[in-house]
């Protein structure tokens, strides 16, 4: 329940951002629209991750990973990153296949 709670406030402050910063910068909005949907994408993610791990597999598992993430900072941030730039090329690909199909 509290994680849905985060969820949407994460959401609504999303499309707060996106509509201040749509009106003030000199990006391209796809360009930025992209950018801004992998960067909120990137985290919710990384919660997709760990709740497959905790369904699929033993809770040591999870709380290996976990004290992992929470135990080094440098990890978790080369986590989120990799997951930025996965997010960035699937929307990418996404966005070129269609333009194709039409």
């Not at 909120?40 to 919660?47: D, S, T, V, Y």
Request: hydrophobic letters at 45%; aromatic letters at 8%.
């Amino acid at each position: 329940m509290a994680l849905n709670f985060l969820l949407l406030n994460v959401e609504q402050a999303g499309r707060f951002l996106k509509g201040r910063l749509l009106k003030s910068s000199n990006f391209p909005k796809e360009v930025l629209l992209t950018r801004l949907e992998c960067l909120a994408g990137a985290p919710h993610l990384l919660l997709a991750y760990l709740s497959n791990i905790l369904f699929l597999s033993n809770t040591e598992t999870l709380w290996a990973i976990l004290g992992r993430l929470f135990e080094s900072p440098t990890f978790t941030a080369t986590l989120l990153v990799v997951l930025y730039a996965g997010c960035h090329v699937c929307k990418v690909i996404n966005s070129s296949s269609g333009s194709k199909r039409q």
